[in-house]
């Protein structure tokens, strides 16, 4: 791995340990607000978005950032910056051990590197995804710096199936898996990259949702199914603040026609 990739793993995993630390510090101690999207948001979530935000400024200068709490607006640089701060922020005031910081970097609007960390799980994941985008990169997905890669096993009722809460409509008859819901995007998709579920669905992420997981999920073996529209590559002055991208995931190709059916129960 040359020096510019070295560089931009080691600022992800020294930004989001440090953050991740004072956030542990917080986590399930704070009070919460509504946004207007109903989603919630804390000052924790504020601090992390700022502390992220100075840390790549100081040391990308000329990158963009699009990030959750802040920048909504895709500047159409080069290379940008897509920060979620606190991905699980229920989970988070509730005391519950399952949220992230997550950070993708983009070229050309597209992520090619993606980083989340899960601090009370003490679980780092990263993957390097060129796609096409002609760069050199490493190619790889990885969980505290062991490979990781999806599950080649056929549906089972002894196979996980992950939901988001606007997604339970596919709990019908039949279902090939049990399903889990675990509160978190990220998260969500990230237990497929692992094997742990053969699939997973969100209804109504947002690009800072997915951004980092994108690449983790393609570079571990996974296939990703836009429901809506395509999320990448960004658009230079676009809003992204409302803007949500229904995803299924799934651990390889073949499975996409056994999932696929029980998607009309998801309200996107």
Not at 50 to 69: H, K, N, V
Not at 95 to 122: D, M, Q
Request: glycine share 10%.
């Amino acid at each position: 791995m040359n020096d510019f990739w070295t560089t931009i793993l080691d600022f992800a995993q020294t930004t989001t340990t440090r953050v991740g630390q004072q956030l542990m510090q917080d986590f399930g101690q704070v009070q919460a607000l509504q946004k207007a999207d109903g989603s919630l948001v804390t000052q924790a979530d504020k601090w992390a978005d700022q502390e992220i935000r100075d840390a790549i400024a100081s040391t990308f200068s000329g990158y963009g950032i699009l990030t959750e709490e802040s920048e909504h607006t895709f500047p159409g640089t080069e290379w940008c910056w897509v920060i979620d701060p606190l991905d699980g922020t229920t989970n988070f005031t509730r005391g519950i051990p399952i949220w992230s910081i997550s950070l993708g970097l983009l070229y050309k609007g597209t992520p090619i590197f993606g980083y989340v960390y899960a601090p009370p799980l003490n679980q780092a994941f990263h993957g390097f995804w060129p796609g096409t985008s002609g760069l050199t990169t490493p190619t790889g997905a990885f969980v505290n710096h062991h490979p990781i890669h999806t599950s080649s096993d056929d549906p089972s009722s002894n196979h996980c199936f992950n939901l988001c809460s606007r997604s339970t409509g596919i709990i019908q008859p039949g279902f090939p898996c049990k399903q889990r819901m675990l509160g978190v995007a990220s998260y969500n998709f990230l237990m497929v990259a692992t094997g742990a579920a053969l699939g997973g669905v969100e209804a109504t992420p947002k690009v800072w949702d997915i951004a980092g997981v994108w690449v983790i999920i393609q570079a571990a073996g996974g296939s990703w199914k836009s429901l809506k529209s395509e999320p990448f590559p960004l658009t230079p002055g676009e809003d992204y603040g409302d803007r949500s991208f229904p995803t299924l995931v799934v651990s390889r190709p073949e499975l996409l026609p056994v999932f696929t059916p029980y998607l009309e129960g998801v309200k996107i």
